[in-house]
């Protein structure tokens, strides 16, 4: 039987304790404090990896594996860079491998039902505006699986997140006029994509 | 079409829809979520080294794959080439055969070589000689000429007439 994680904080939320502290007290084994990483950073690795990957069903293992990667790398946290940082460089990374095999036609690749298209609409939207958000996404995703994951990720970062050229560098590893480079590519096929009218992707 | 126009058609039919967007997660989900990680990390801190070790589906693949290309290695023949007019087989000597009973038994002393026969004019055999006949046997059985020398001696023909002589009584 496995302790569950305490999904309620353990500090109060007057208690600002930074990320540093945090860390260091989960890689020494505090799984409390690992438990408060988890929480703290849980909706933005969710979104984040959603934007990259599209809503597909596999968000779930690939979140859980992004999280024990990040509780085994952990004791290697120096501190040179954020915890943010070094967490979406995870996030980012598992990302894009999981792009990779998809390509490769290694991992499952399904079409996108109404279920999990569900999960990005507007809340509060009628239904007639739900069903064609979501037919749009629909499309949009199937565009996108025309770019390569390293484009793909840099232009969810850059042209939807509205992140700086440095910071998207910063993330995926790369020079800034690499990822201005692949933004640039990103832009023309997925101009192609639209052009050709019908997407055959394999969303 | 110019790029401010499909970077605006991009920002407008892609960009725009995809900022809106927002995944968000209900407190199910993430309840959910917790457990499977923390299930796992107690997993881990059970048996660390497994981590390492490889995941029984690709143990498992791995083995697979080894008898797969065991098998193939075993049952494998190289293309077969035109097979070439058959030739008779080369002798054999009796050594490959199965064990039968042989039909030609060697005599005792083969293994001594050839037997050594005497000179046909010798009358004396030496020792491990075989016995040598001067004519052959079908050849002392047929009587391919008449001998009469002894009808001669005996009287019986007459040298001096083809008529049988008869023997007469003389007296002195």
């Known amino acids: 039987?496995?302790?569950?994680?305490?999904?309620?904080?353990?500090?109060?939320?007057?208690?600002?304790?930074?990320?540093?502290?945090?860390?260091?007290?989960?890689?020494?084994?505090?799984?409390?404090?690992?438990?408060?990483?988890?929480?703290?950073?849980?909706?933005?690795?969710?979104?984040?990896?959603?934007?990259?990957?599209g809503p597909a069903a596999e968000r779930d293992d690939l979140v859980q594996q992004i999280f024990l990667d990040l509780y085994r790398a952990l004791p290697r946290f120096r501190g040179d860079a954020a915890l943010t940082t070094f967490l979406h460089r995870i996030v980012l990374n598992v990302a894009c491998e999981h792009l990779e095999r998809r390509q490769r036609g290694r991992a499952r690749s399904?079409?996108?039902?109404?279920?999990?298209?569900?999960?990005?609409?507007?809340p509060g939207a009628s239904p007639e505006q739900r069903a064609r958000q979501r037919q749009e996404l629909r499309r949009l995703f199937q565009h996108l699986e025309h770019?390569?994951?390293?484009?793909?990720?840099?232009?969810?970062?850059?042209?939807?997140?509205?992140?700086?050229?440095?910071?998207?560098a910063a993330l995926l590893n790369a020079s800034a006029p690499a990822i201005k480079q692949r933004v640039l590519e990103a832009r023309r096929e997925l101009a192609e994509a639209m052009d050709r009218g019908a997407p055959e992707g394999r969303t | 079409m110019k790029a401010a126009d499909r970077d605006s058609r991009i920002e407008n039919e892609l960009v725009a829809p995809l900022r809106e967007a927002r995944p968000t997660l209900d407190e199910l989900h993430r309840a959910r979520l917790a457990g499977a990680i923390e299930a796992a990390l107690d997993l881990e801190k059970q048996a660390p080294a497994r981590r390492r070790a490889p995941r029984p589906a690709a143990l498992g693949?791995?083995?697979?794959?080894?008898?797969?290309?065991?098998?193939?290695?075993?049952?494998?023949?190289?293309?077969?080439r035109p097979t070439p007019p058959a030739r008779p087989a080369p002798a054999t000597v009796a050594r490959d055969l199965p064990r039968t009973t042989p039909l030609l038994v060697p005599y005792p002393g083969a293994h001594q070589g050839a037997p050594k026969t005497g000179a046909s004019t010798s009358l004396v055999a030496l020792p491990g000689e075989r016995a040598r006949a001067a004519r052959s046997?079908?050849?002392?059985?047929?009587?391919?000429?008449?001998?009469?020398?002894?009808?001669?001696?005996?009287?019986?023909?007459?040298?001096f007439s083809s008529a049988t002589a008869m023997p007469t009584l003389t007296s002195r």
């Open chain 1, 1 to 53: 039987m496995t302790r569950p994680l305490p999904i309620q904080s353990v500090r109060g939320p007057g208690d600002a304790v930074d990320d540093m502290t945090l860390a260091r007290a989960a890689a020494a084994g505090d799984r409390r404090a690992f438990a408060d990483l988890y929480r703290r950073h849980l909706d933005s690795v969710y979104a984040r990896l959603t934007r990259v990957v």
């Open chain 1, 110 to 122: 399904e079409p996108l039902d109404d279920r999990q298209l569900e999960t990005l609409t507007a």
């Open chain 1, 147 to 168: 770019l390569s994951p390293k484009r793909r990720a840099a232009f969810m970062l850059v042209a939807v997140e509205g992140l700086p050229l440095e910071d998207a």
């Open chain 2, 61 to 80: 693949g791995l083995l697979a794959a080894a008898a797969i290309a065991l098998m193939t290695g075993l049952t494998w023949r190289p293309p077969r």
């Open chain 2, 137 to 159: 046997t079908m050849d002392r059985c047929r009587p391919t000429m008449f001998f009469s020398s002894a009808l001669r001696i005996t009287g019986t023909i007459s040298p």
